[in-house]
Every structure is written in structure tokens, then in C-alpha cells.
């Protein structure tokens, strides 16, 4: 009986962005994100909001994304309403409210900055909510990464999502002890307050027993069986040199761009 | 020179760094391989710090003031840390700071120590399977590791710890998420292990009695008492305040004495005590 590899498959359909591989996944978030940032055209911006959106909704939408998504939204909100009211080149009004002015100018300029955020957020969140650790782990062994940095890799990039997992569980356990209802945004800000440092420190506690374990348990032995990738990707090292070369193109143009002003 | 059929530890002392307390003070001691060795001791009775030195953990990947030396056989954990660290497996307190994190299933979980040391995969795939049918993760083998119940991933944890086939377990408290069932199932896996060297911290007085060869008792970082269950049950004092097993407050209470004024410590000396009890 076939109990370990490839269970994800024998257990989970297969989806398209199965065959995505993690690297042209973060490539092709770095490549929107560089898109977005050389063309400042806000119906351009608009565009890459929506493909990233869709690329989202296609995928699978996770419950950490929304979450991270409205948080953004309230962030984007309150950027809108100090740009339009503060923004040092506006100029034109664009609505006044009791003797209040909007300015056309701080909005588009906020509308510009929330479209980057929105594509970030969007192009990360289908990174994060399509790839598993041990995926992109085994992924980047296989391409010939040492498996030391990946798991410290790894470990860096999952240390987030690590003291939300702990902050839950105290603010559940708080909950249940009927010490903070955490009904409203401010009662939730203020009941994470007091274990902020408890919390950071018992993630950097569970790190340490984690690094003395994998240790313990061999994982920088030389004779170890290098990992093969989870599911066969479609057309990788295409995809990996084509997003790179543009990535780069991008990134040399918006420093062109930023140098001609002062040449 | 060491004795290579013995664990034994000699003046052994250690200050952890940034740490003015002696957590251990001149412990010596000794025990013969492949038997189980109960530690037991109130909080910070140094049994933690004790399960890491004799892993190596301490002085290879923390630091501190240590003095005195542990050997194991032939292997000392500072001098010869590699090789015994390939015939050692080890449980921590906290089963969740046990795992890999980079495991999507429990067998992966359980497959990571062997896919380090390089074992081929049909051998994985055996080990696993047996070793998830000894403690009872069968069903659970597809499962992600982040669903199961903290008895479950204490299991798991011994698991992974056991699937290399080490001649040393060192087990740092191992049952304490577990349902008195579990529990009663791991004490009596426990028994069954052949050829194995069993260091095991529990609180469960009870259980490890009945399949501890030897205790060794810790107060304040300090080896109080040592000895088989019988006589360190015997001797116990009130200042250490350790719990004594239901059958020796049973015998305690019933003057039901194997002589000697020592009192039965497990189901077998009581048997044998009620039995001479019936013949005389």
C-alpha cells in the first residue's frame, strides 16, 4: 500500500494551478507587482487589479487572504481620505463637504498606491493559498537549493502565519475565560496588546525547540534522500527564465525612469 | 575508563548561560544499558535540563557551565555527539515543537527522520506502516498533523522518534496531553521494546513502577535517590514530595509488607506479597 508519496494527489483533485510550480508563482507575483509599478496608467492598474483578482478567485480562496484583504481595504480607505484631504500636490477640488475640500490629484495618487497594494495582496495571497510548506519546500530542494537555507527560508516565511496560529489560541482561551469579548475592532486591537511580547516570545521559544529537533532528527545529514516535487509542473524552467528576463526588464526600466529625473 | 554496558554520569554540574542558578549539581550515577530508567522530581528539578544533556542538546546546541562527564556504552553526547545522536531518539515536552512544520501528512511527518538518513523508500514505507500500527496513527496516517488531538501528536512525536530504530529513547514527559486510555496503551507499548536504553520523565508514578527498572529521583537539581522502584518508593521524604503509586498506599494502609518494612510498589510484588500473605 502506498502510504506516503504523492498522497496529496491520490486524496485532493488535481487543480490548474497544481501545475504552476512555486518559483513561476512568485515570479509572476514580482513580475505584477513591477508591472504595476512601471506603468502608473490607472486603468493599466485597474487591469492587473482584476487579473490578480481573478487569479485569486480561481484558485483557493483562503479565510488568512480575506482577512488580510480587508484589512487592506480599511488601510486603502483611510489612505484615500489623508490623500485627498493632505496630498501636497493637490490642486484641484474634486467634492467639498462642509467647507471641507477633496482634491482630484490626492485621489488618483491614493487610487495609484491602493491598486499596488491590492496586486500584492491578490498575486502573494494565490502564492500563499496555492503552495504548502512542505510543497515549496521539497520544490526548492529539488531545483538543487541546499536544504539548510530552505528550511530556513521556509521557517522565515512561515513565522507570520506561526504567531497567528498562537495568538488565536490565547485569544480563544481569553474568550472562553470571558476576559475579553473582542466584539469590536478596538476591543480586538487592545486584547492583543498585552501579549504581544508573551506571544513573540513564545514563537521564538517554539523555533528554537524546532531547530534543536530537526537537529536531533538529522536534517543537515549528508546522506539525505533529496526531496522529489509533489506534483509534475508544466513547462518550469520556460516559465522561470521568461518571468525572470521580463522581472528584470521591468525593474531596469523603473530605475532608468528614477535616474533620468536627476540626469 | 566507561563502561560500555552502563549509562553513567559522573559529577556532573551545569549553569545554563545568562543564568546564575546551578540547574544540576554533582550528579553521579549509573544504569545498565537496554533497561528503562524512570526520572522523576517535583518543577524545576532539573530533569528537562538532565534528558537534554544526556542527548547532547546541551553543550552542542545550548550553552552553558558544565563540569563532570556521561557516558553511554562507548559514546560520550559531548565528545561523540554524531553517533550517538544516529542511535538516539528523543521526545520533547512540547509534542508541536517536535514536528518538521514542513510535513503535509503524518506519514510524511513520520517518513522525514528516515529521508534524512538516507533509507530507501520501500524501507520507509515498511517502518512507517509498522511504526504508525504500534502506536495507533494507522487511520490517521493521511491526515495533516496540524488536525490531530494533543494525544495524538504526543504518539506522534514518539513516532517519529522511534521510526529509526534507536537504541537510546530519551522521552521528556511524553504522555502528559494524553487520555488515560492512550496512556495505558503507551506504558504498555513501552514494556514490549526489546533491546532499547528507556529514559523516560513522567509524572505518572503509577505506570512507572510497574515498568521503570531503576529511578532516578531529582529534587532541586539534585540526585536525591536512585534505585529500583521498590526502594526508591521506600525511601522517599516528605521535603521531596513526590507522589507514591495507589498499590503501595493500598499496602501502606493494609500493613501489607514484603518484609524488611519495604511495601509492594507494583501489581506483581503485590501479588507476591498477598501470596505469602495466603501461604504463611
Same mark, same amino acid.
Given at each position: 500500500?502506498?502510504?506516503?508519496?504523492?498522497?496529496?494527489?491520490?486524496?485532493?483533485?488535481?487543480?490548474?494551478?497544481?501545475?504552476?510550480?512555486?518559483?513561476?508563482?512568485?515570479?509572476?507575483? *514580482?513580475?505584477?507587482?513591477?508591472?504595476?509599478?512601471?506603468?502608473?496608467?490607472?486603468?493599466?492598474?485597474?487591469?492587473?487589479?482584476?487579473?490578480?483578482?481573478?487569479? *485569486?478567485?480561481?484558485?483557493?480562496?483562503?479565510?488568512?487572504?480575506?482577512?488580510?484583504?480587508?484589512?487592506?481595504?480599511?488601510?486603502?480607505?483611510?489612505?484615500?481620505?489623508?490623500?485627498?484631504?493632505?496630498?501636497?500636490?493637490?490642486?484641484?477640488?474634486?467634492?467639498?463637504?462642509?467647507?471641507?475640500?477633496?482634491?482630484?490629484?490626492?485621489?488618483?495618487?491614493?487610487?495609484?498606491?491602493?491598486?499596488?497594494?491590492?496586486?500584492?495582496?491578490?498575486?502573494?495571497?494565490?502564492?500563499?493559498?496555492?503552495?504548502?510548506?512542505?510543497?515549496?519546500?521539497?520544490?526548492?530542494?529539488?531545483?538543487?537549493?541546499?536544504?539548510?537555507?530552505?528550511?530556513?527560508?521556509?521557517?522565515?516565511?512561515?513565522?507570520?502565519?506561526?504567531?497567528?496560529?498562537?495568538?488565536?489560541? !490565547?485569544?480563544?482561551?481569553?474568550?472562553?475565560?470571558?476576559?475579553?469579548?473582542?466584539?469590536?475592532?478596538?476591543?480586538?486591537?487592545?486584547?492583543?496588546?498585552? !501579549?504581544?511580547?508573551?506571544?513573540?516570545?513564545?514563537?521564538?521559544?517554539?523555533?528554537?525547540?524546532?531547530?534543536?529537533?530537526?537537529?536531533?532528527?538529522?536534517?543537515?545529514?549528508?546522506?539525505?534522500?533529496?526531496?522529489?516535487?509533489?506534483?509534475?509542473?508544466?513547462?518550469?524552467?520556460?516559465?522561470?527564465?521568461?518571468?525572470?528576463?521580463?522581472?528584470?526588464?521591468?525593474?531596469?526600466?523603473?530605475?532608468?525612469?528614477?535616474?533620468?529625473?536627476?540626469? | 575508563? /566507561?563502561?560500555?554496558?552502563?549509562?553513567?554520569?559522573?559529577?556532573?554540574?551545569?549553569?545554563?548561560?545568562?543564568?546564575?542558578?546551578?540547574?544540576?549539581?554533582?550528579?553521579?550515577?549509573?544504569?545498565?544499558?537496554?533497561?528503562?530508567?524512570?526520572?522523576?522530581?517535583?518543577?524545576?528539578?532539573?530533569?528537562?535540563?538532565?534528558?537534554?544533556?544526556?542527548?547532547?542538546?546541551?553543550? +552542542?546546541?545550548?550553552?552553558?557551565?558544565?563540569?563532570?562527564?556521561?557516558?553511554?556504552?562507548?559514546?560520550?553526547?559531548?565528545?561523540?555527539?554524531?553517533?550517538?545522536?544516529?542511535? $538516539?531518539?528523543?521526545?520533547?515536552?512540547?509534542?508541536?515543537?517536535?514536528?518538521?512544520?514542513?510535513?503535509?501528512?503524518?506519514?510524511?511527518?513520520?517518513?522525514?527522520?528516515?529521508?534524512?538518513?538516507?533509507?530507501? %523508500?520501500?524501507?520507509? &514505507?515498511?517502518?512507517?506502516?509498522?511504526?504508525?500500527?504500534?502506536?495507533?496513527?494507522?487511520?490517521?496516517?493521511?491526515?495533516?498533523?496540524?488536525?490531530?488531538?494533543?494525544?495524538?501528536?504526543?504518539?506522534?512525536?514518539? /513516532? $517519529?522518534?522511534?521510526?529509526? %530504530?534507536?537504541?537510546?529513547?530519551?522521552?521528556?514527559?511524553?504522555?502528559?496531553?494524553?487520555?488515560?486510555?492512550?496512556?495505558?496503551?503507551?506504558?504498555?507499548?513501552?514494556?514490549?521494546?526489546?533491546?532499547?536504553?528507556?529514559?523516560?520523565?513522567?509524572?505518572?508514578?503509577?505506570?512507572?513502577?510497574?515498568?521503570?527498572?531503576?529511578?532516578?529521583?531529582?529534587?532541586?537539581?539534585?540526585?536525591?535517590? &536512585?534505585?529500583?522502584?521498590? %526502594?526508591?518508593?521506600?525511601?522517599?521524604?516528605? %521535603?521531596?514530595?513526590?507522589? $507514591?503509586?495507589?498499590?503501595?498506599?493500598?499496602?501502606?494502609?493494609?500493613?501489607?509488607?514484603?518484609?524488611?518494612?519495604?511495601?509492594?510498589? +507494583?501489581?506483581?510484588?503485590?501479588?507476591?506479597?498477598?501470596?505469602?500473605?495466603?501461604?504463611?
Amino acid at each position: 500500500m502506498e502510504i506516503r508519496d504523492n498522497s496529496i494527489q491520490r486524496i485532493a483533485q488535481m487543480h490548474w494551478y497544481n501545475f504552476v510550480d512555486p518559483v513561476t508563482k512568485l515570479l509572476l507575483a *514580482l513580475f505584477l507587482t513591477m508591472l504595476s509599478f512601471d506603468f502608473t496608467n490607472l486603468y493599466f492598474e485597474a487591469g492587473l487589479v482584476l487579473f490578480s483578482l481573478m487569479l *485569486l478567485l480561481l484558485s483557493r480562496l483562503s479565510s488568512a487572504t480575506i482577512n488580510a484583504v480587508s484589512f487592506c481595504l480599511f488601510l486603502i480607505a483611510t489612505m484615500v481620505l489623508i490623500q485627498g484631504l493632505f496630498y501636497s500636490g493637490n490642486i484641484h477640488p474634486l467634492f467639498s463637504v462642509m467647507r471641507i475640500t477633496f482634491y482630484r490629484e490626492g485621489f488618483l495618487y491614493a487610487l495609484t498606491m491602493s491598486a499596488r497594494i491590492l496586486i500584492i495582496i491578490f498575486a502573494i495571497g494565490f502564492f500563499m493559498s496555492t503552495t504548502t510548506v512542505s510543497e515549496n519546500a521539497k520544490y526548492l530542494e529539488s531545483i538543487g537549493m541546499p536544504y539548510k537555507l530552505v528550511y530556513l527560508l521556509m521557517s522565515v516565511c512561515y513565522i507570520l502565519p506561526q504567531i497567528q496560529q498562537n495568538m488565536k489560541k !490565547i485569544q480563544f482561551a481569553e474568550r472562553a475565560r470571558g476576559i475579553n469579548p473582542q466584539k469590536t475592532v478596538t476591543q480586538k486591537v487592545r486584547s492583543i496588546l498585552p !501579549i504581544l511580547i508573551p506571544l513573540i516570545i513564545k514563537t521564538f521559544d517554539q523555533s528554537i525547540n524546532r531547530s534543536i529537533t530537526l537537529q536531533l532528527r538529522g536534517f543537515d545529514s549528508p546522506s539525505r534522500t533529496l526531496a522529489t516535487p509533489k506534483y509534475r509542473y508544466f513547462q518550469t524552467k520556460l516559465s522561470h527564465y521568461l518571468l525572470t528576463l521580463v522581472t528584470i526588464l521591468l525593474i531596469g526600466w523603473k530605475l532608468w525612469q528614477i535616474i533620468s529625473k536627476f540626469l | 575508563m /566507561a563502561n560500555n554496558q552502563q549509562i553513567s554520569i559522573n559529577d556532573l554540574s551545569f549553569t545554563y548561560r545568562h543564568d546564575s542558578k546551578t540547574v544540576l549539581h554533582d550528579i553521579s550515577v549509573s544504569a545498565p544499558l537496554n533497561s528503562i530508567i524512570g526520572i522523576i522530581g517535583n518543577h524545576n528539578a532539573g530533569k528537562t535540563t538532565l534528558c537534554r544533556l544526556l542527548a547532547g542538546i546541551i553543550p +552542542n546546541m545550548m550553552s552553558g557551565q558544565l563540569s563532570g562527564d556521561i557516558h553511554i556504552g562507548n559514546l560520550s553526547p559531548t565528545h561523540d555527539w554524531s553517533a550517538l545522536n544516529r542511535q $538516539t531518539g528523543f521526545v520533547l515536552q512540547d509534542p508541536a515543537s517536535q514536528l518538521s512544520g514542513l510535513a503535509d501528512t503524518v506519514a510524511d511527518e513520520i517518513a522525514f527522520d528516515l529521508l534524512n538518513h538516507g533509507v530507501a %523508500e520501500a524501507e520507509i &514505507q515498511r517502518r512507517v506502516a509498522d511504526v504508525a500500527a504500534q502506536l495507533q496513527l494507522t487511520a490517521q496516517l493521511q491526515q495533516s498533523p496540524n488536525s490531530l488531538s494533543g494525544g495524538q501528536l504526543q504518539r506522534l512525536a514518539i /513516532a $517519529t522518534a522511534i521510526v529509526t %530504530e534507536p537504541t537510546l529513547l530519551i522521552l521528556d514527559n511524553p504522555t502528559s496531553e494524553m487520555d488515560p486510555q492512550g496512556r495505558r496503551a503507551f506504558f504498555e507499548w513501552l514494556r514490549r521494546i526489546k533491546n532499547t536504553t528507556i529514559l523516560l520523565v513522567s509524572n505518572e508514578i503509577d505506570d512507572l513502577c510497574e515498568i521503570a527498572d531503576r529511578l532516578w529521583l531529582l529534587a532541586d537539581g539534585e540526585l536525591v535517590s &536512585q534505585g529500583t522502584p521498590l %526502594e526508591v518508593i521506600n525511601q522517599l521524604k516528605s %521535603e521531596w514530595q513526590i507522589g $507514591t503509586p495507589k498499590i503501595y498506599q493500598l499496602a501502606k494502609l493494609m500493613d501489607w509488607s514484603l518484609g524488611a518494612d519495604l511495601f509492594p510498589v +507494583n501489581i506483581n510484588q503485590l501479588r507476591g506479597c498477598l501470596h505469602d500473605r495466603d501461604s504463611n
